[in-house]
């Protein structure tokens, strides 16, 4: 199936600083969604997003989507340790979800 | 919230063995469940699409018969890996289509295939 284009592939950053990581595709979604997965576990969503240009905030946690529908970003602010995961981003269509290749995150104490 | 309950966690069996791992959404009725299979460090790859009570969609590159869907409630889908062999190891997740939240992912199920 389709995949994503999500980038960076990963991530080594000090603890405090802030994450910004982003998706694009070469098809229009109508809906963004943004996932983490901790090792050994299935994604758990962390922001919904569902129309052009919105702009939605979860805690420390902050994603938009894109204008042309084609793109979004999640960004991270003042990091944690148990920020550490990999963070998908997903596009919807229909019924059909198409995931993002991933983004590890690994935050130095 | 939406709950989703996949077992088992974890799962060793011999080669040639069929295993069964169960999606269940514990407190919604999901119309339509997903089945996705994960490679250590990579994304979630969709196998099957399956609609209760009719027959599961595969994605290209999925052998239907080799990967068993069955979803016979609005509460639980199967999938059942036949013949199983050491390529076959691999993380399956499933999620559900259903709830308060959309779509949502059981813990999934690391299969390991000796």
């Known amino acids: 199936g389709q995949q994503l284009n999500q980038s960076p592939q990963s991530m080594f950053i000090q603890e405090g600083e802030d994450v910004s990581m982003n998706c694009t595709s070469s098809?229009?979604?109508?809906?963004w969604l943004w996932y983490k997965q901790d090792p050994g576990e299935g994604p758990v969503l962390l922001i919904a997003l569902y129309k052009a240009g919105e702009l939605t905030s979860n805690g420390r946690l902050t994603a938009q989507f894109g204008i042309t529908r084609k793109d979004s970003f999640l960004n991270i602010s003042a990091s944690i340790p148990s920020d550490v995961g990999i963070y998908f981003c997903?596009?919807?269509?229909?019924?059909?979800?198409?995931f993002g290749t991933g983004t590890s995150l690994t935050v130095i104490p | 919230g939406a709950v989703v309950s996949q077992h088992p966690s974890r799962v060793i069996c011999k080669s040639g063995t069929s295993v069964k791992i169960e999606c269940r959404s514990l407190?919604?009725?999901?119309?339509?469940m997903f089945w996705y299979r994960q490679f250590p460090k990579q994304s979630l790859m969709l196998m099957a699409t399956s609609n209760e009570g009719s027959k599961a969609t595969y994605e290209q590159g999925v052998e239907k018969d080799k990967f068993l869907i069955n979803h016979a409630s609005l509460t639980l889908s199967t999938l059942t890996v036949t013949s199983a062999h050491p390529e076959d190891s691999s993380f399956y997740i499933c999620s559900a289509s259903g709830g308060l939240y959309g779509y949502t992912f059981g813990s999934g199920t690391r299969l390991t295939v000796v």
């Open positions: 997903a596009g919807q269509l229909g019924n059909q979800f198409y």
């Open positions: 407190d919604f009725q999901a119309t339509t």
């Open positions: 098809s229009i979604f109508n809906t």
